[in-house]
């Protein structure tokens, strides 16, 4: 046999398990049901719920509700009647929560799917209630109360009248959200958990829930009967301010599919945003905003840009972040690292999603809902 080429050499040892996207999303199930775990035995009791809205925050739906009633959650949290739907075929004997609540026209399908919406006005109530007539049964729901948000819920003014005009209802739980549990020492926290018991004290017997993730850590510990994690069962920190005390879900890499030298005063991408100070070596990896990689990521002044790991080193995004792809300075890293076909990490275990989504100037939650659909997927431990 001759003397191979270097491209034949490459096409020999290419990894028929390597995936042909140029970015590729794990997804550690494990760790999710570990998470749900650690948050329902800090609960006091209380029963933990989750809420998977927004494709599981991203990471799938599917997946992760299949691990999550695995490891024992029986009620689940969506935003609207179409992500109740596929939570109810997904879930056929849970309890499945609609924050929207009864959005016009909706009900029959609410009641069909066996829902249940969190209704927070006495027009959602009215129909709710006639919807239930016209089927002959009381419909089960959620009473939403409104203790300082300002979006969703009753007033706590109104919350005797609406426990007065619930009787074509079956209220199954009263419910609040807290506008910064994510804030310990916020003094509105205590208001609004004073609110919430003067509101729920109108509904005797009926379990109660105000805390979503950072509540769940309140030192006030306000879990009440049922606690509705979110955010911190994909790895999100609860606690900002204080090391994350949830284990990371999403890891993320890219592929490089273009390596370069610059010469001083040579510039990256759209409008020359980034001009070469140095001789600098930059490598183009296959992932851009198109893919959730905030264009807010970009090097501004006064601000850093974001990071990728290349060879256990961190290497900054230079010029714009675009559409398909993110310009890497690599002039530092291994050489062996830094090459065409390599993977770099851009979310895992030395960049989590906080740090992502401050030196893009935006939050976790946003990072996380926004992960494109070009990416290779690969689920953990489920």
């Not at 390597?18 to 760790?31: H, M, Q, S």
């Not at 024992?72 to 739907?85: H, I, M, P, S």
């Not at 849970?94 to 027009?123: E, Q």
């Not at 840009?305 to 398909?324: I, N, Q, T």
Request: one cysteine or more; proline letters at 7%.
């Amino acid at each position: 046999m001759g003397i191979l080429s270097p491209a034949e050499r490459l096409i020999a040892a290419a990894d028929p398990s390597e995936p042909v996207e140029t970015g590729a999303l794990t997804v550690d199930l494990g760790a999710l049901a570990a998470n749900w775990r650690q948050l329902a035995a800090r609960a006091d009791g209380a029963e933990c719920g989750a809420v998977v809205k927004a494709d599981g925050y991203g990471l799938g739906q599917g997946a992760v509700m299949r691990a999550l009633v695995k490891a024992g959650c029986r009620t689940f949290f969506v935003a609207n009647l179409l992500e109740g739907e596929t939570a109810r075929a997904l879930a056929p004997d849970a309890v499945i929560y609609v924050f929207d609540g009864v959005a016009p026209g909706c009900a029959p399908r609410l009641a069909a799917a066996g829902l249940r919406p969190c209704i927070g006005s006495f027009a959602e109530l009215e129909e709710w209630a006639a919807t239930g007539a016209l089927l002959g049964r009381r419909l089960e729901a959620a009473i939403h109360v409104d203790t300082g948000m300002n979006r969703l819920g009753f007033p706590p003014g109104d919350a005797a009248e609406a426990a007065a005009r619930s009787s074509g209802v079956a209220p199954t739980l009263i419910m609040s959200h807290f506008l910064s549990a994510q804030l310990p020492d916020a003094p509105v926290n205590d208001r609004q958990i004073a609110a919430f018991d003067a509101a729920r004290a109108h509904f005797p017997g009926v379990p109660a829930s105000i805390a979503a993730s950072s509540g769940v850590f309140l030192p006030q510990r306000p879990h009440f009967n049922l606690v509705r994690p979110g955010y911190a069962l994909y790895g999100g920190n609860p606690t900002p301010g204080a090391a994350n005390p949830m284990r990371p879900v999403a890891r993320l890499s890219a592929r490089i599919v273009s390596v370069r030298d610059l010469a001083v005063g040579d510039t990256v991408g759209y409008d020359g945003v980034f001009m070469a100070q140095r001789p600098t070596r930059v490598a183009t990896i296959g992932a851009g905003y198109a893919d959730g990689l905030p264009i807010s990521a970009t090097a501004a002044p006064g601000k850093a840009a974001g990071e990728a790991v290349v060879g256990g080193l961190r290497c900054p995004f230079v010029g714009r972040v675009s559409m398909d792809y993110v310009v890497l300075d690599v002039t530092d890293a291994p050489r062996e690292a830094a090459q065409r076909g390599a993977w770099v990490e851009l979310l895992g275990d030395m960049i989590e999603v906080e740090e992502l989504a401050s030196r893009a100037r935006t939050i976790g939650y946003e990072v996380l809902t926004r992960l494109g659909r070009r990416y290779a997927r690969r689920y953990l431990g489920g």
